[in-house]
């Protein structure tokens, strides 16, 4: 399959295009910066790398000029949302007009599949049983409650992909993934590198603080394994459903990881507050994703363990720091 990845050299995106790599498939990532620092140069030489910014009408039509892509996985976003955006018209034009764009031209140029990488966000903030201290899992037919404009754009992409595969031959799925821990997210992230800061923090000897959340559940998953929903959503037969929720299923505590991290590192100063939402925000996201429509239909599970993730997150920090030139400081990835 010909596969155009937007946005797959991020912190998500890279594991994306690497599986696809590793599948045979034909990649194309757009994105606009080329910071290989994620992807690796060895698999940089097998995909196509294009400069393209997802904004501009001439360099999404030049993505599409050539025929042959069959699916199109669109994760470049402007994230770090915080609480108050200050340039919402921005956001929009990123988050929610550049998916609108890219969805047209792709169905104009009869691409079969587009795969769009929604958020947990698009439930808003979680409350009754579905928040502290019952976390019943949220099901995709759970009502959108959009709070800030990331959020919104992240509705408006999904309602723009429901209609284009509604008036076209083109399918759509929107991906919610859960809460998101991986390399790389300590550069543009804000606070939702707050996961990364526990691992990544005594990984490098440093004592990481998180002032507030120790009670909090959430339900992390690990970008690879993110990365392997995705590419089980481009890969199905059938898509059954136009929604998935990419999550594990599972509640998880900082204290939960701060256990897993200490496998490996025993002495980590690690020291966490208590109370609820870890990440500060005035909307609290966190809570279980229910991760069974996904099983279903697209036999994606994601590995819940929390040492084999975080024990695959320190490999993978020994292999990128293997990879940087010049000795250069991590962490990853350009502002
Ligand atoms: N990380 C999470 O926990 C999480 C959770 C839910 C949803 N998501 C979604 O997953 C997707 C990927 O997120 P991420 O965490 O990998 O972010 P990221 O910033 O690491 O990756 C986004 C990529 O898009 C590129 N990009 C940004 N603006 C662009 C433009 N105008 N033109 C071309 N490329 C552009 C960036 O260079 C970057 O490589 C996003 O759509 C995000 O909203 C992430």
């Known amino acids: 399959m010909r596969v155009l990845v937007t946005g797959g050299l991020g912190v998500n995106g890279a594991w994306v295009s690497r599986e696809l790599v590793d599948q045979g498939h034909d990649v194309i990532v757009a994105d606009n910066r080329l910071d290989l620092s994620l992807l690796g140069e060895r698999y940089a ?50 988050n929610a007009e550049a998916s609108v764009t890219l969805m047209e031209k792709a169905a104009a140029a ?44 992240k509705v408006v992409s999904e309602e723009f992909g429901k209609a284009f595969a509604a008036a076209t031959p083109m399918e759509f799925a929107a991906l919610r993934f859960a809460t998101i821990f991986g390399p790389g997210k300590l550069m543009r992230h804000g606070r939702f590198g707050a996961l990364s800061r526990l691992i990544e923090a005594p990984y490098r000897g440093e004592p990481v603080e998180i002032a507030h959340g120790g009670d909090q559940s959430d339900d992390l998953i690990y970008a690879e394994e993110a990365a392997r929903g995705v590419v089980a959503a481009v890969v199905a037969p059938t898509l059954a459903h136009d929604v998935y929720n990419i999550a594990t299923g599972r509640s998880y505590t900082l204290g939960d990881m701060a256990d897993a991290v200490r496998r490996f590192f025993p002495d980590a100063r690690i020291s966490i507050g208590d109370g609820l939402n870890y990440l500060g ?55």
Do not use: W
Request: hydrophobic share 35%.
């Open 110 to 153: 009869g691409v079969k599949r587009f795969v769009f990488a929604s958020s947990r966000a698009v439930y808003g903030g979680l409350d009754g049983d579905h928040a502290h201290p019952t976390y019943r899992p949220v099901k995709e037919t759970t009502q959108t409650r959009p709070e800030s404009t990331y959020d919104l754009c």
């Open 45 to 94: 030489a097998q995909l196509r790398l294009e400069e393209v910014d997802i904004c501009s009408q001439e360099d999404v039509e030049r993505l599409f000029a050539e025929p042959g892509i069959d699916c199109v996985v669109h994760m470049a976003a402007a994230v770090g949302h915080e609480d108050k955006d200050p340039a919402p018209a921005r956001t929009f034009r990123i």
């Open 281 to 335: 925000t005035s909307t609290n996201y966190s809570g279980v994703l229910d991760a069974s429509r996904a099983r279903r239909d697209l036999g994606f599970e994601a590995d819940a363990d929390l040492v084999s993730v975080v024990g695959r997150y320190y490999q993978r920090l020994r292999e990128l720091d293997s990879l940087k030139k010049g000795g250069q400081a991590p962490p990853y990835l350009s502002a």
